[in-house]
């Protein structure tokens, strides 16, 4: 079943990218290489600010969504497992990165395996129902009514899933081969209403920054957008990466990127400059926050690596 699931997102992963290549092909680069050129460095400081507050909104999330499974972590440790999850999740194939915040869980703060992968899956469920209302937002206003209906029902099982992940976690247990039963212990999440609330706000406003440099970059540039939109744009582009087994979701989010922004105004050759800048940072980012919070804690990618078996 895993094995087919990887066939089918690497095969997906060489259609975006073949599609992606002719699309780039077709474009004026000299005019995205001007673009670039010509881009006021304050856009470029300020869009750093930005994401740098996206990563520090994501970090106190985590802090969160670890209180709400009854374990307390300080920020430091909170910080270096998140930002060197998310290093490995963008840099690595396959986007190991998930298990490997679960691991550093169990190796650097006691949490056990099931509890911690209980954690990241509570996270991702928040990231995409937020991700997947900006998308029904931007279908709602730009594309046909059948994708509009599809988002929706998309938004609605994902809800529903999330229901029903809070209510049978433990049942996942009766589906663990049995060498990786003993990782298994019964999870809690028991802390309540204003907790979920606090992780629902600071997921909201994570994505809101996430959205406001790509919003600014184009402004910069001469393009008014909604803001909204943009938002749309993130949410589609980025839940696209899920179908992909590449780096960084190689192909399919930048796809996505540069099919839609020219549905809200924003020419090809533009939404390609965009996208250059703000995948650059998307991806520095994390790498050198981690490289911070490691050199804060006293430890390095070695250790990491071996705290996690390999």
């Given at each position: 079943?895993?094995?087919?699931?990887?066939?089918?997102?690497?095969?997906?992963?060489?259609?975006?990218l073949a599609v992606l290549g002719y699309l780039l092909s077709s474009l004026k680069l000299g005019l995205v290489y001007r673009e670039l050129l010509?881009?006021?460095?304050?856009?470029?400081?300020?869009g750093a600010l930005i994401l740098f507050a996206a990563a520090l909104l994501k970090i106190y999330r985590f802090q969160i969504v670890v209180r709400i499974y009854g374990f307390e972590i300080p920020f430091l440790e909170a910080a270096l497992v998140?930002?060197?999850?998310?290093?490995?999740?963008?840099?690595?194939?396959?986007?190991v990165g998930e298990g490997s915040k679960a691991i550093l869980l169990n190796k650097r703060a006691d949490?056990?395996?099931?509890?911690?992968?209980?954690?990241?899956?509570?996270?991702?469920?928040?990231?995409?129902?937020?991700?997947?209302?900006?998308?029904?937002?931007?279908?709602?206003?730009?594309?046909?009514?059948?994708?509009?209906a599809a988002i929706g029902l998309f938004l609605a099982a994902i809800i529903v899933l999330f229901v029903?992940?809070?209510?049978?976690?433990?049942?996942?247990?009766?589906?663990?081969?049995?060498?990786?039963?003993?990782?298994?212990?019964?999870?809690?999440?028991?802390?309540?209403?204003?907790?979920?609330?606090?992780?629902l706000f600071f997921t909201a406003a994570t994505w809101l920054f996430e959205a406001?440099?790509?919003?600014?970059?184009?402004?910069?540039?001469?393009?008014?957008?909604s803001f909204i939109l943009?938002?749309?744009?993130?949410?589609?582009?980025?839940?696209?990466?899920?179908?992909?087994?590449?780096?960084a979701g190689l192909g399919t989010m930048d796809l996505s990127f540069l099919v839609l922004l020219p549905k809200i105004g924003?020419?090809?050759?533009?939404?390609?400059?965009?996208?250059?800048?703000?995948?650059?940072?998307?991806?520095?980012?994390?790498?050198?926050?981690?490289?911070?919070?490691?050199?804060?804690n006293k430890t390095s990618f070695k250790e990491i690596r071996s705290d996690m078996g390999g």
């Open positions: 079943m895993l094995k087919g699931t990887r066939l089918y997102q690497l095969l997906v992963s060489v259609v975006f010509a881009l006021d460095r304050v856009y470029l400081l300020l998140q930002m060197v999850g998310i290093s490995f999740a963008t840099l690595t194939p396959g986007r949490v056990p395996i099931s509890s911690a992968l209980g954690m990241i899956i509570f996270e991702r469920f928040f990231d995409m129902i937020l991700l997947a209302t900006g998308a029904f937002l931007f279908s709602l206003s730009v594309l046909q009514r059948e994708f509009t029903l992940f809070l209510r049978h976690f433990n049942s996942i247990k009766r589906f663990v081969p049995k060498r990786y039963v003993e990782y298994f212990t019964p999870v809690s999440a028991s802390g309540g209403i204003a907790l979920s609330l606090l992780t406001l440099f790509p919003w600014l970059l184009a402004r910069s540039m001469g393009v008014n957008v943009m938002f749309g744009v993130i949410g589609i582009s980025t839940i696209a990466v899920v179908f992909s087994v590449l780096p924003v020419a090809t050759e533009t939404a390609l400059s965009i996208l250059l800048i703000y995948r650059f940072f998307g991806i520095v980012m994390p790498f050198v926050l981690s490289l911070a919070f490691l050199n804060i």
